[in-house]
């Protein structure tokens, strides 16, 4: 994650403009073109105006306070949200949905698709000063290994066979038939310090769900609940520190809040979980000086039939399919 802060930004948002959209906005944060009284689809990332600019503080409105800041399960897309520039996996997706190196500088994939073989960065330090290690990620697939970790964040890790370290700066995973989403599930899964399961899995879910231990460029310094949550700039970051000093989540009571905190300059950005629905964009449109961007996000939808009581009928789920208007859906 780059942060670029530009003083101009003041009085600007970002909002969302798919309501259903939160659980992917963390992924898709690329903004482009001014608009006016309109939104459009951004082809590229931001360029504000004027040269770039140290220190800072960016204030982030939002109508929903997380229930978790674990990085393994944050409960909801609004603490995914806030995790975004907190932890690290060894790759990251950027604004294009593309896979980049991140504590990772790059892998490859053997002939028989069954290991692969990552080149870890060096020189990496968490917000509590331990380095980085191939270790910290063995100590992860041991956790879930074991059983010991149930919840979200297991995807892949169940088909992986083996981790080896040849030497410090090699991780090779080999997983047990070959399996092409270990990119996007353990290579994306936010590394934490060994250290964290040192006092057993239950001690590691209840201090990471609020005060969680990464390798990004901002630490989680304060968690007031139903005020704010403030992210303050980590000074030793691998890829030099950040511009901005610090990151402020502040939790409104509604969505009147966060227009009349977009309207004065209080909140300088709105988006992902607690931005502004698809049905009131209408109303942040009428904000002088306010721009809107609407960004795709890797999210989707579904209706699932589920195969319990009458659901377990052929015909019965056969005529629910045939009712579902599925053209209007998509449109």
């Known amino acids: ?6 003083a101009a930004l003041t009085r600007r948002a970002l909002l969302g403009a798919a309501a259903l959209a939160a659980a992917g906005a963390r992924f898709r944060r690329s903004v482009t073109a001014r608009q006016r009284r309109a939104t459009r689809t951004p082809t590229g990332p931001s360029d504000p105006p004027g040269p770039p600019q140290a220190g800072g503080t960016l204030v982030v409105g939002s109508t929903v306070e997380p229930v978790s800041l674990h990085p393994w399960d944050p409960g909801s897309a609004a603490g995914a949200d806030v995790l975004e520039g907190v932890v690290e996996g060894l790759l990251r997706y950027n604004a294009a949905g593309r896979l980049q190196p991140a504590l990772a500088e790059g892998f490859t994939i053997s002939d028989d698709d069954l290991s692969y073989t990552f080149r870890l960065r060096a020189d990496v330090r968490y917000h509590n000063g331990e380095p980085f290690a191939g270790t910290d990620l063995i100590a992860a697939w041991q956790a879930r290994l074991d059983g010991d970790w149930t919840g979200p964040a297991t995807a892949g890790w169940d088909r992986i066979a083996a981790m080896d370290l040849p030497d410090d700066r090699t991780l090779i995973v080999t997983t047990t038939e070959p399996y092409a989403p270990l990119l996007s599930t353990v290579a994306i899964s936010p590394i934490l310090p060994a250290s964290a399961f040192a006092d057993g899995v239950a001690a590691f879910r209840e201090r990471f769900a609020r005060e969680p231990i ?14 704010r949550i403030t992210l303050e700039r980590f000074a030793d970051y691998w890829n030099g520190p950040a511009r901005l000093e610090r990151i402020e989540h502040r939790l409104l009571p509604d969505l009147d809040a966060l227009l009349t905190g977009l309207a004065t300059g209080e909140i300088d950005l709105a988006g992902g979980a607690g931005g502004v629905p698809a049905a009131e964009v209408d109303r942040a449109l009428e904000i002088a ?22 659901l377990r009928e052929r015909a019965v789920r056969q005529a629910l399919d045939f009712a579902t208007p599925r053209q209007r859906i998509v449109d």
């Open 1 to 6: 994650m780059s942060v670029h802060y530009d």
């Open 214 to 227: 990464g390798s990004g460029p901002f630490r989680v310094a304060a968690w007031e609940p139903g005020n």
């Open 289 to 310: 000086g306010l721009d809107v961007w609407e960004h795709a996000t890797p999210n989707w939808q579904h209706l699932d039939l589920k195969q319990v009581g009458f």
